[in-house]
């Protein structure tokens, strides 16, 4: 039997780590199906388990050697030429990804028909000769999909897109709540090896993410500091890993929160820590549309976020949650606990969350209108 035809669409990144941006592309691969879309990738440690997992279930997965800028762009383009891609879709987790944001000068020089490009965080402020090489490259683009609202307008003024080729398309998760249970109104038993590190009671709150300031994990501790020093019960989770962990470990023991703020490390069972806890919180600097967020509207929770980026998209303040200003930790702690103190309008907050994911956020929705982009 001779082979089948290489597909007609192709993702690609060169991404370090698999993070929230890498799962976009896997959940946008599984809904095209491996005879529709393939996955061009850098052969990097961190993207390799994830490569390999793609490529035992099917997906056709083309790898990348690591190098220099200009050897990337050149193996780039000889790739693109072999494979022959109408739709070659780049997905930038950081704008200077995608070799600095040079990918479309590849696509461009080996005769791609139709050039997307996803920008996760176009927030990041302009960066001397990167911004530059990325302003080179950015008008080749034919359509520039931001995952928020809020950046459609900063898409085309401060990266240089074309106006008219910039699309909204908001973030989307898997329902992992299929039931459409709202778990604020029935909360899950923590998973005991969890449980059997809190002290004091109180509402659960739990923000998902790595462990790196641009999250605000700092913010949130002292915020919590401040419930501690207000005498208000309370469990703060942290779930995730990431480069600032030392840094969240020193400033919870320098605060005396042992036994109340714990860092529960990278975890399988996330969904369970959602249904277990009262409150979902992301006290972040930056964001584009975050995926934390969306999977706690998911599970029915109610929010309390900074409103940074696309957050007040998810988050419709008073309505399924409370926004505060970002690099405020005391209007942080009070949110908290207004919200803690509160159980009948955290259920009314969280079956306003579970009916705005039904509504907005949902995975396919997502698919549907990103491949209404590639012009299927």
Not at 134 to 153: E, F, G, M, N, Y
Not at 263 to 288: K, N, W
Not at 364 to 370: D, Y
Request: charged share 25%; glycine share 10%; proline share 8%.
């Amino acid at each position: 039997m001779s082979p089948s035809p290489p597909p007609s669409t192709w993702f690609y990144s060169d991404a370090p780590y698999v993070g929230g941006a890498e799962l976009y592309l896997q959940w946008h691969l599984e809904a095209a199906g491996p005879q529709h879309a393939g996955l061009l990738a850098l052969d990097s440690p961190g993207l390799r388990p994830w490569l390999n997992d793609l490529q035992s279930r099917g997906f056709h997965v083309e790898r990348l050697p690591v190098g220099g800028p200009w050897r990337r762009l050149a193996d780039l383009r000889r790739r693109l030429m072999a494979l022959g891609p109408r739709v070659l879709h780049l997905n930038f987790p950081h704008p200077y990804d995608g070799i600095y944001g040079l990918a479309p000068w590849a696509a461009r020089l080996a005769g791609v028909e139709r050039v997307v490009a996803t920008e996760h965080l176009p927030s990041v402020p302009a960066v001397g000769k990167r911004y530059r090489a990325k302003r080179s490259a950015t008008p080749l683009v034919d359509a520039a999909i931001c995952v928020c609202r809020a950046h459609q307008t900063l898409m085309s003024e401060r990266w240089g897109y074309l106006p008219e080729r910039v699309v909204a398309v908001p973030n989307g998760v898997d329902d992992r709540n299929p039931d459409g249970i709202v778990w604020a109104e029935r909360r899950h038993p923590m998973p005991v090896e969890l449980a059997a590190r809190e002290r004091g009671g109180g509402p659960r709150m739990v923000q998902l993410g790595s462990l790196d300031l641009r999250k605000g994990g700092d913010l949130l501790i002292e915020a919590a500091a401040e419930l501690q020093r207000r005498d208000i019960a309370f469990q703060l989770w942290f779930v995730g890993e990431g480069i600032d962990r030392p840094l969240l470990e020193e400033r919870i023991a320098q605060a005396g929160l042992h036994g109340r703020v714990h860092l529960a490390g990278h975890r399988r069972d996330t969904v369970a820590i959602l249904r277990a806890s009262d409150i979902a919180v992301l006290a972040s600097r930056r964001e584009g549309m975050p995926l934390s967020l969306l999977e706690a509207i998911c599970q029915g929770l109610p929010l309390v976020a900074t409103a940074v980026d696309g957050v007040g998209e998810v988050l419709l303040h008073r309505r399924n949650g409370l926004l505060v200003p970002p690099e405020d930790p005391r209007l942080l702690a009070w949110a908290l606990q207004e919200l803690g103190g509160d159980p009948a309008r955290r259920m009314r907050y969280g079956r306003a969350s579970r009916e705005h994911f039904q509504k907005h956020h949902t995975l396919g929705a997502m698919t549907r209108a990103t491949f209404t982009v590639h012009g299927r």
